[in-house]
C-alpha cells in the first residue's frame, strides 16, 4: 500500500523567512496530493491540493509542487507569520480507489517574531 | 449548513466497555471516513463509506466497526475498548463529483483506562 514520508519533523523560522517541507510517497498510482493545515485542539483544514496533471500550484503565500517522476511534493509558505505556526500534514491518494487519504506524520512550523 | 459534526467530542472509557460515536454531515456527500490521530504518526483510516450501505476497512480496523445505514450518518463502534484506543478521532466526508477535499469533523477525543 501506499506509504509517505514528511520532513521535517519540526521547523522553526523567522518572521518574514520562507518554509519548505517535503514529502514522498510509494505509490506511483496515486494522483491527488493534498496540504493540511491543523492547529492545537482544532481540525485538520485543506489549505492547497494538487493533481498529478499539474506540477505546480500557488494561492497566495503557499505553493506546492509536485514532481512525479521522484515521487515527491512540496509545500512553500512564503513571507512566514506568527499566524502560519501549527502542524501541517501532507497526504496521498487514489481518487478513483475511494479517495483514502495516506497522510505523512506531520510537520510543527513554529514562526518566531 | 453546519458541516461535519461529531458525538461526543469526549469521553473516558473502562476496558472493556463499548460505545459509539456518530458522525453527521449535511453536505450530501457521498464518501465518509473515520481517521485516528496519535501524536507523532498523522492520521491513519480506521473505515471508509463510498455510498449508503457499504463500508470497507482502511489501514487500522482492528477493534472497530462501522454502519452506514443513511447517506448522512457514519457510525463507528468500538465493542470491547482497550487503552491501545485511546486516541482522537476524526470523521471526514467528500463528494467524488465536486472536488476531491475532504471535510473533518471537529474530533472525539477518547481516553480508556
Known amino acids: 500500500g501506499e506509504n509517505v514520508e514528511q520532513h521535517p519533523s519540526t521547523l522553526s523560522v523567522q518572521e518574514g523567512d520562507s518554509a519548505v517541507i517535503k514529502c514522498t510517497y510509494s505509490d506511483s498510482a496515486s494522483n491527488y496530493f493534498p496540504w493540511y493545515k491543523q492547529e492545537l485542539g482544532k481540525r485538520p483544514q485543506l489549505i492547497i491540493d494538487?493533481?498529478?496533471?499539474?506540477g505546480e500550484k500557488k494561492d497566495q503565500r503557499i505553493a506546492v509542487t509536485l514532481n512525479k517522476t521522484a515521487k515527491h511534493f512540496s509545500l512553500h509558505i512564503t513571507e512566514t507569520q506568527p499566524e502560519d505556526s501549527a502542524v501541517y500534514f501532507c497526504?496521498?491518494?487514489?481518487?478513483?480507489?475511494?479517495?483514502?487519504?495516506?497522510f505523512g506524520a506531520g510537520t510543527i512550523l513554529r514562526v518566531k517574531s | 449548513n453546519a458541516g461535519v459534526t461529531q458525538t461526543p467530542k469526549f469521553r473516558v472509557l473502562k476496558t472493556g466497555q463499548s460505545m459509539t460515536l456518530l458522525c453527521a454531515q449535511d453536505m450530501n456527500h457521498e464518501y465518509m471516513y473515520w481517521y485516528r490521530q496519535d501524536p507523532g504518526m498523522g492520521l491513519r483510516l480506521i473505515h471508509y463509506s463510498v455510498g449508503e450501505g457499504t463500508t470497507a476497512k482502511g489501514e487500522v480496523p482492528d477493534g472497530y466497526n462501522v454502519s452506514r445505514l443513511k447517506k448522512q450518518n457514519f457510525l463507528l463502534g468500538l465493542e470491547s475498548a482497550a487503552p491501545s484506543q485511546t486516541s482522537v478521532y476524526f470523521c471526514a466526508s467528500s463528494h467524488p463529483a465536486d472536488s476531491y477535499e475532504q471535510y473533518f469533523g471537529p474530533g472525539t477525543r477518547l481516553t480508556v483506562t
Open positions: 497526504a496521498a491518494s487514489r481518487p478513483s480507489r475511494g479517495n483514502k487519504l495516506v
Open positions: 494538487i493533481r498529478s496533471n499539474v
